[in-house]
């Protein structure tokens, strides 16, 4: 019973990190449908099991109130906009499921070792690329862009692999190849298993190319070099490291400044256009159109229903966001909700770079650094800060309470192999009966 249970907990988990990816979401919704039920359903399921299983888990209440409660203030602030939100019953059921789906991370922390969910999260990520590789090659009308594709007929040719746009697409296999690298520099799995890893990893570095997503591309581009250079800091003495900061210092100020310029010959090299596609001007317009609303947005999930129509009185430009994660945040819970994101990411930031510095949860903390890299870059020209049902949200909330826990010298209590109390509850029954 208990191992059966167990195999329980690894399928929800593996079932649960493989449908939070997004990979399966173009192929769960209706076709011309702006809805996904199915996709809604699962999301719900995983996230009351989730719920479930942390009311019946000792101590489970107490950990996430004592040491992961600065996750709970975006998600909380989320929440909180139904009272002045635009459409309060889309931010109710948007907000509802960023609860489930938070709830379904503190369940993945207070279940497994952070070990064992690096592991579980390094054959995820071996699983997706490769099974969008085997889609393209074996079905590429779905996997690449078509002509005759209506919407997306200028990106005809780039992969897409299960995903409705390369953009999407491209994303994912930025976050799979960050999270192998990280697998390679950490050395996980022995001989065999770096082989394996850094395979994947070429090959999913071969499909952003082959996606033509720029985001992608500069993602991967910024990560995997500095995921290189902060873990060989680690060997350095804390003077070496010192020195080598205050080196960088300069050079980090300068690029800053100068940000505009290598942002340009950046796309310039990558054969873009430098305003992404337009995506400059859109991002003018949203500042303008939601100055009403600077502070607390419009309401999560629902902001866009304001600065929607103003962006397209103003620039003409008929877009259900605004192509930036930021903008996107601010619109929904306003600069004030943005800025606890930014402060929550950039404590992870801090506590991943020391614990790693220390050989503290060193899996955790080499994949906590990756998490905050590729939010920073990718919500540049990408959207998916504080989203439901997206390991762009589970991973920072698993990497925040899993370093959380580091400090105190306790991780969070062991798994178990009964999830929901089953033999516990069974136990008592035979004390109070005499049955054996």
Not at 250 to 259: D, G
Not at 304 to 326: E, I, M
């Amino acid at each position: 019973m208990r191992r059966l249970l167990r195999y329980v907990e690894y399928l929800v988990a593996w079932g649960g990190l493989f449908f939070m990816s997004r990979t399966f979401t173009t192929y769960l919704t209706p076709e011309g449908s702006e809805s996904a039920p199915m996709v809604q359903l699962i999301g719900a399921l995983l996230g009351v099991y989730a719920v479930l299983a942390l009311l019946l888990h000792r101590q489970a209440v107490a950990r996430i109130l004592g040491l992961y409660w600065p996750v709970l203030v975006p998600v909380g602030l989320a929440v909180l906009s139904l009272g002045w939100s635009e459409d309060p019953n889309l931010s109710l059921r948007r907000a509802g499921s960023l609860v489930l789906t938070t709830a379904f991370a503190f369940w993945l922390v207070l279940r497994f070792t952070p070990q064992r969910f690096f592991a579980m999260l390094l054959t995820v990520c071996i699983g997706l690329v490769v099974m969008n590789f085997v889609v393209i090659q074996t079905d590429p009308l779905i996997g690449i862009h078509q002509v005759e594709d209506l919407n997306d007929a200028g990106h005809a040719g780039s992969w897409r692999g299960l995903f409705g746009h390369k953009n999407d697409f491209g994303r994912l296999m930025a976050l799979c190849v960050s999270v192998l690298f990280a697998g390679v520099v950490l050395r996980a799995g022995g001989r065999l298993g770096q082989a394996v890893l850094l395979s994947v990893t070429v090959l999913g570095l071969f499909m952003i190319l082959k996606s033509n997503s720029s985001q992608a591309q500069l993602m991967a581009a910024v990560i995997l070099p500095t995921t290189a250079v902060l873990f060989a800091m680690r060997r350095m003495s804390a003077a070496g490291r010192a020195v080598l900061m205050l080196l960088g210092l300069p050079f980090a100020v300068i690029s800053a400044l100068s940000v505009q310029i290598i942002f340009v010959s950046v796309l310039g090299i990558l054969g873009k256009d430098a305003t992404l596609t337009g995506r400059t001007t859109i991002w003018e317009g949203v500042l303008v159109s939601m100055q009403d609303m600077m502070v607390f947005g419009g309401g999560y999930g629902a902001g866009w229903a304001v600065v929607g129509p103003g962006l397209l009185a103003l620039t003409g430009s008929d877009v259900g966001h605004a192509h930036n994660g930021y903008l996107d945040l601010a619109v929904d819970i306003g600069f004030f909700g943005l800025g606890m994101v930014l402060v929550l990411f950039g404590w992870l930031a801090v506590m991943a770079f020391r614990n790693l510095m220390n050989g503290v949860r060193v899996e955790i903390s080499v994949l906590g650094l990756v998490i905050v890299l590729f939010a920073f870059v990718g919500n540049w020209a990408g959207s998916f800060f504080l989203l439901h049902n997206t390991l762009y949200w589970v991973l920072p909330v698993v990497g925040f309470a899993m370093l959380r826990d580091a400090p105190y010298g306790s991780p969070a209590p062991r798994p178990t192999s009964d999830p929901f109390g089953v033999l516990k509850l069974g136990r008592r029954r035979a004390l109070t009966t005499g049955v054996t």
